[in-house]
């Protein structure tokens, strides 16, 4: 018998794993194991080894999800042995050695770029580091277009910061290579180019679906389209 895999939901910076909520009731109405764990947001590498460390301690099969930055955590963590797929949501898919500068770097900036607010953190015996969020004024044409105005209020001043040297740092690993993967780009992304969505999944041999006029928050606007690839990625390695 087969053991149905849990969904392990990777979110992305700016945001939290609230962001899953709508995604979240979907598969649980359909009884599918999953959860929704914080993403730290302080770096590509220790975020990853996170994930792969929660991933590891499930039993059975997993179904990591990976949401804008999240994809680029998954396609590293992906490597842990219990890991069976890989689910690109608006995501970076990122190569091994390759930063998402170097990424979003082949295609057009997005808007998203001209709209961050720098802050700084604190880091133990060095320097203040620098991290990002979206000004909140820009935060709902940018992240949540399709989003209805009082909920994108909440989400603009709910934002968790994104360490910029997560945008520098390179991956070490491209899970995609040795296992199946599935990706849904967001027509009408304005954070990440749905050029670089495509090229990624693309690369990556991935099973595409594109939502037009989908913004970046899509797990947000459309749960149940999202959740339906989720479930196609979950019975095809069940």
């Given at each position: 018998?087969?053991?149905?895999?849990?969904?392990?939901?990777?979110?992305?910076?700016?945001?939290?794993?609230?962001?899953?909520?709508?995604?979240?009731?979907?598969?649980?109405?359909?009884?599918?194991?999953?959860?929704?764990?914080?993403?730290?947001?302080?770096?590509?590498?220790?975020?990853?080894?996170?994930?792969?460390?929660?991933?590891?301690?499930?039993?059975?099969?997993?179904?990591?999800?990976?949401?804008?930055?999240?994809?680029?955590?998954?396609?590293?963590?992906?490597?842990?042995?219990?890991?069976?797929?890989?689910?690109?949501?608006?995501?970076?898919v990122t190569e091994?050695?390759?930063?998402?500068?170097?990424?979003?770097?082949?295609?057009?900036?997005?808007?998203?770029?001209?709209?961050?607010?720098?802050?700084?953190?604190?880091?133990?015996?060095?320097?203040?580091?620098?991290?990002?969020?979206?000004?909140?004024?820009?935060?709902?044409?940018?992240f949540a277009a399709?989003?209805?105005?009082?909920?994108?209020?909440?989400?603009?001043?709910?934002?968790?910061?994104l360490a910029a040297?997560?945008?520098?740092?390179?991956?070490?690993?491209?899970?995609?290579?040795?296992?199946?993967?599935?990706?849904?780009?967001?027509?009408?992304?304005?954070?990440?180019?749905?050029?670089?969505?495509?090229?990624?999944?693309?690369?990556?041999?991935?099973?595409?679906?594109?939502?037009?006029?989908?913004?970046?928050?899509?797990?947000?606007?459309?749960?149940?389209?999202?959740?339906?690839?989720?479930?196609?990625?979950?019975?095809?390695?069940?």
């Open positions: 018998m087969s053991t149905t895999p849990t969904v392990l939901l990777v979110h992305g910076a700016f945001a939290d794993a609230g962001s899953w909520s709508g995604v979240v009731a979907e598969l649980q109405h359909d009884g599918i194991p999953v959860v929704a764990p914080p993403n730290p947001l302080r770096g590509l590498a220790s975020d990853a080894a996170y994930i792969a460390s929660v991933a590891a301690q499930i039993k059975g099969p997993v179904v990591l999800v990976g949401h804008s930055y999240g994809g680029a955590l998954i396609s590293v963590a992906g490597t842990v042995d219990n890991v069976v797929g890989l689910v690109y949501v608006a995501a970076y091994k050695g390759e930063s998402l500068g170097e990424l979003q770097g082949r295609f057009p900036l997005s808007p998203l770029v001209g709209s961050l607010r720098e802050g700084t953190y604190p880091v133990e015996g060095a320097q203040p580091a620098v991290e990002f969020t979206i000004k909140p004024e820009a935060f709902p044409e940018i399709d989003v209805p105005a009082e909920v994108t209020k909440v989400l603009a001043v709910s934002q968790r910061p040297g997560a945008f520098t740092e390179a991956a070490s690993a491209a899970a995609w290579r040795a296992k199946p993967s599935w990706a849904l780009v967001a027509g009408a992304d304005q954070a990440i180019n749905p050029e670089v969505q495509r090229f990624g999944a693309e690369r990556a041999g991935a099973t595409v679906v594109e939502l037009a006029g989908a913004s970046h928050a899509v797990a947000v606007s459309r749960p149940k389209e999202v959740a339906d690839l989720i479930r196609e990625a979950v019975r095809a390695t069940g």
